[in-house]
Structure formats: C-alpha cells, structure tokens
C-alpha cells in the first residue's frame, strides 16, 4: 500500500469548494482569547461545511501566524 499523492484524492480547489453547498449552520465565536483555538475553529468549520463564521469580542481575527498555524489554510476556505 502507498501514500496517495495530492492529485489523486479528488478534491476541489479553493473556489470550487467556496461555491459549493455548505450547510445552513454559522459558528458563533466570542471571546475566545486562545487563536490556536480560533485556527482549530475554523479547520472544524471547513470540515462540517459550515456556512460561516463570526468572530465576536476580543477573538482574534485572521491573518494572524497562530491562527494560520493551527487553521491549516482553512481561514481562506470558510467565510468569516
């Protein structure tokens, strides 16, 4: 058995994914001090299809390198 390469597990680029149907739910963040809990948020987001995500409060808000480092990408894939 060997690792698949990229190319061949079939997934959608950044705009195809952002124009495909998401699921009618947002994410509610508020307050949350920790960004590698708000990078984590988003990858959860991207992975349930999640509409969107709103950040309330003091939660911090992307580009950020903790958010990005936990976020995996995901910070361009679901809207905020």
């Not at 690792?3 to 994410?27: I, T, W």
């Not at 984590?40 to 950040?55: M, N, P, V």
Request: hydrophobic share 40%.
């Amino acid at each position: 058995m060997r690792k698949l390469l990229n190319q061949e597990l079939s997934r959608l680029d950044l705009q195809s994914f952002k124009a495909h149907p998401k699921n009618s739910l947002v994410l509610i963040l508020d307050d949350v001090r920790s960004l590698n809990n708000v990078g984590s948020a988003f990858r959860t987001a991207d992975a349930f299809l999640l509409e969107k995500i709103y950040l309330c409060g003091i939660t911090g808000k992307p580009p950020h390198r903790e958010i990005n480092k936990t976020a995996l990408g995901a910070t361009d894939s679901v809207n905020w």
